[in-house]
């Protein structure tokens, strides 16, 4: 029986993973860089506009806008301070951007062949609506805990399901090439017969 430990070194014994995670390992680390800046600076604007919050709220306030997903409870009201929330937010997609390829560990990357996938998506697009419709509602009531209960999927999509998708969704079989996916297997376009399909002979 393998335990944990030996399972851990296993895994890091192949160069193409070691190398991922420690790619891995410096983004998070420059995360957590970012987001400590950001909020030093949230607590240097907000003083500069006359407003004092916790360095919890700062953390909270770094997070949410970098996520896309600021609820709007806690704006600036100068233009340094939109300025820097526009910084934040476009730094905060970038950085998603840039980490998403190895958070998404399947090989298949069209939810044609990804069945179980494909239903994930459409929550995910359900769940990006209700942020939506929530960020333009009051932060009251049940407001509030809708909000709270899509925005933790919003991360679980990326932090677990994606991840674990990757490593535990069985794919269709995918067609050895292009053309076989796209044309019937006479080798002639869809709705077209043979000859249709074969261009003009010279005259």
Known sequence: MIIPAQQFLLFFQNKTTRRNFITLAKFFILLVFLVAV?????????LYEG???SWITGVYWSLTVM???GFGDITFQTDLGLLF???????????????????DTSKVRSTK???VYRWFFWLFVFDVLVLGYMGSQ?????NVLIAQLATLYYFLHFLVVLPLLGKFERPKPLPRSISEAVLPRGGGSAGMTPAAARPMDKA
Do not use: C
């Open 85 to 103: 929330t526009m910084f934040v937010l476009v730094s905060g997609v970038i950085f998603m951007l840039v980490i998403l390829p190895w958070l």
């Open 67 to 69: 996520s896309t997903l």
């Open 138 to 142: 009051p932060a009251e009531g049940i």
């Open 51 to 53: 407003r004092n919050h």
């Open 113 to 115: 062949y990804r069945p």
């Open 38 to 46: 950001y909020s030093v600076l949230f607590h240097v604007i907000m």
